[in-house]
């Protein structure tokens, strides 16, 4: 069984910061892509940020230039640097996992998180 946890949401003022990280844990061999998704209320969950297990980065426009996504592979671990808030930045983050590999051989496919609520007024 392998099981993402995500930490670091919380209440902020417009332009303040925050960090997100997420932790797998199970007995993890590999983690290629991880990443994170947000979803605002009545919309779509939506890409925030993906990471490869090369360092390969990519961010949707809406957050280019203030979050950053970094990865700890010894740790099986993933983090969002969340910088200059804006409101429309407000809803549950999901830490993401596209494919983990187990010590004992399995496979796990889209792995998601429970979600950590960022609020962000104005």
């Known amino acids: 069984q392998v099981q993402l946890a995500e930490s670091g949401g919380d209440a902020v003022h417009s332009g303040g910061s925050l960090r997100l990280s997420c932790i797998a844990s199970?007995?993890?061999?590999?983690?290629?892509?991880m990443g994170w998704y947000r979803q605002a209320p009545g919309k779509q969950r939506e890409l925030v940020a993906v990471i490869s297990k090369n360092g390969d980065t990519r961010y949707a426009d809406s957050v280019k230039g203030r979050f950053t996504i970094s990865r700890d592979n010894a740790k099986n671990s993933v983090y969002l640097e969340m910088n200059s808030l804006k409101p429309e930045d407000t809803a549950a983050y999901y830490c993401?996992?596209?494919?983990?590999?187990?010590?004992?051989?399995?496979?796990?496919?889209?792995?998601w998180g429970q979600g950590t609520l960022v609020t962000v007024s104005s």
């Open positions: 993401n996992a596209g494919t983990v590999q187990t010590r004992t051989g399995d496979r796990y496919f889209e792995i």
């Open positions: 199970g007995s993890i061999f590999n983690i290629n892509t």
